[in-house]
Each structure stands twice: as C-alpha cells, then as structure tokens.
C-alpha cells in the first residue's frame, strides 16, 4: 500500500512517500480502507520530537475515517462494506480507565495513532473494533475523519471535564483553528457565552460565523482586560487553553472566582508559571481534559449528523500532498481543519 512515514525528526522534507506492507490483522482487529485523515497540529509536534512517545519510523495520523476492507475471525459488531471512524488510540479493554468510562486515559493498549503505532496517512490502517463507530451515509469521509479530534476533544473537555452550564461565560483560545472553531460551537451547544480569542485577523469572521458572541482579536495573547470588560468585571467562568504557554498567564488571570480553566491544547509546548496564591485566593480549578471516549465521539456523530455541530473542513489534499499539508498548517493557511483525502 501507499504511506506517507516520518523517517526523521525535524523538518517537512522527513515525510516520505513510500510503498509499505499492507497491515495484516489478528482475530479481534478490523482492516479499514483509509478515505480520509484529518492532519492536526498533534502531528505537526510529532515530526518535530515534541512528544516522546512517538516512534520511527511511523506513519502519522491520529483522525481517520474509512471503510471496513476485512474482518478478523472473531470480530461481530462490524462487517465490510461498514463505514467507520476512529478514537484517537487503540484500546487494552480491561485496564482501570477502559472500565469506569475515562478510556482516553488507557496506557496499556497499543497506544496513540502516529505516535507508538501506525496512524491514517496511508491506504489501509488495522484497528481494534474497540476503538471504532459507525457513521452514517450522511456524514462524508472528511467530515467524518475530524469527529473525534476537532469536536470530540472539544466535547469531553467542555461536557465531562469542566461540566459547562447554561449562562457561564467561555473563554476560548486559538478560537480560529482546526479545534477552536469546533470547540466555539460546543460550548454554545453546551449553553455558554462564548468570547474567542484570535490572534489572527483573517480569521476573525470564520469565528463569527461559528456562533461566537464576541470575538477579541489579541495579537500579544494579552487578553485579560477585554474579557473582564465584556463580563462586567467579574471574569470568565471556563477557560478553554487550547494555545498554551503564550495565552496561559491572560487565561489565569481573566478567570473569575472558582473559575476553571480547562487545558485541551497545547500548540507552544514550553512550560508555563503558576502563582499558588491566585489559584488559592479565587479557588481556581486547573483541569485536564485528554481526547475522547467512544461513547462521546458516538454523541458528536449523532450532533453532527443532526446538523446541530457543522464539521468544518477548509482544504482537502491527496495522500501525496501530506507534505504541503503540513507547511499550510504551519503556515496558519487554514480556518478549520485541513484532510489528506485517500
């Protein structure tokens, strides 16, 4: 089959397109015949060796979608012909966290697609049926491809892990990227007030249109004092850090008593300060908020398929293409999310 792999750390001129074996699978795995992959700033910091887990050579990928191409011998729920999309990870199943409902924290399956084991840039991806839905013919393979990562992510962290109600104020920032424009939409789904901040001015009607209330164009990410204008002094109820370090102290700063700032992103991936005495004093909540479970991404399906969350697709390349990808999105070419179509 086709592949494009990272065979080295560093620059886009590591990513090679190449004729690789096609996967063989195991009793309990599904081989699924790529359509689509979203490409997300994750395998933006996984070429470059930000994360430590991630391997080589790999084939990159974390957001899939495809149709079942073979099922192995023991596998009931799923049959070719099925169209599917994926959670980020395969899972073990039986650990701790796949039991009581957080799966998305599992270490002892095989791990993260495009870090420990092969992910989506490639014509053909083995999966275990654990890791997989259903879409419906409604849905397109690039809309599908996004599911779990741009609108799942945004899903879990706003849904189960900072438990937005009716009337809060949201915070969002890198509101104009693949997740940002996603994660707008969630929190007005989950009844917030939502302010999205930017620091790019092209995107700033793409925000608009995703429903945001107000829109605060921040070039220095210094946006402490625009926030507590627009909430009468009080400050935000949720932050959702999705830039991280340059964008972290104003999104601290700006929250109001027991306030949360949820992190679901993390593009600059230096660390950050924290003064104990400003979470002391206002009871701050700092939460992480990692992926998503099957049963959320089964929900985001159903909202998109309702047209409750649009899926916001803003290039479509071929396979081939994996490398210019890369540069768009490096670039800050793309409003949305950009999808090797395969």
């Known amino acids: 089959m086709k592949a494009v792999r990272l065979k080295g750390f560093g620059g886009i001129e590591n990513l090679k397109l190449e004729e690789v074996e096609t996967p063989k699978i195991s009793f309990d795995e599904v081989l699924v015949r790529v359509k689509a992959c979203g490409v997300c700033y994750h395998d933006l910091l996984n070429r470059s060796g930000k994360i430590p887990r991630t391997r080589l050579p790999i084939i990159l990928g974390h957001e899939i979608a495809g149709e079942v ?4 011998s023991h596998v009931k729920d799923f049959s070719p012909g099925d169209r599917v999309t994926t959670i980020q990870r395969v899972l073990c199943g039986s650990c701790t966290y796949c039991r009581t409902g957080r799966e998305s924290l599992c270490r002892e399956g095989p791990g993260f697609f495009g870090e420990e084991i092969d992910g989506g840039y490639a014509e053909y991806i083995k999966i275990k049926t654990s890791s997989l ?15 779990a990562c741009a609108i799942g992510t945004s899903l879990h962290a706003f849904k189960t892990r900072a438990k937005i109600s009716l009337g809060d104020q949201v915070v969002i920032t890198g509101a104009g990227g693949g997740v940002g424009l996603h994660a707008v939409q969630v929190a007005k789904l989950c009844g917030g007030r939502v302010l999205a901040i930017t620091s790019s001015k092209e995107k700033i009607d793409k925000i608009w249109e995703a429903g945001a209330d107000e829109v605060i164009y921040s070039p220095d990410l210094q946006f402490t004092k625009e926030v507590k204008a627009l909430t009468n002094g009080r400050g935000a109820d949720v932050v959702a850090e999705i830039v991280g370090s340059a964008s972290f102290e104003s999104s601290l700063r700006c929250l109001a008593p027991s306030g949360k700032l949820v992190f679901l992103g993390n593009v600059i991936t230096a660390p950050v300060l924290v003064n104990p005495g400003l979470v002391i004093l206002k009871e701050i909540e700092l939460i992480g908020s990692y ?3 099957r049963e959320e991404l089964a929900e985001v399906i159903d909202l998109v398929k309702q047209r409750k969350i649009r899926s916001i697709v803003s290039h479509i390349l071929p396979l081939e293409k994996a490398p210019e990808a890369h540069q768009l999105l490096q670039d800050r070419k793309t409003v949305g999310r950009l999808v090797l179509s395969i």
């Open 133 to 147: 839905c259903k879409i419906p013919n409604e849905i397109s393979f690039e809309e599908a491809s996004i599911l």
């Open 69 to 72: 191409a073979e099922v192995g």
């Open 291 to 293: 992926a998503v479970t």
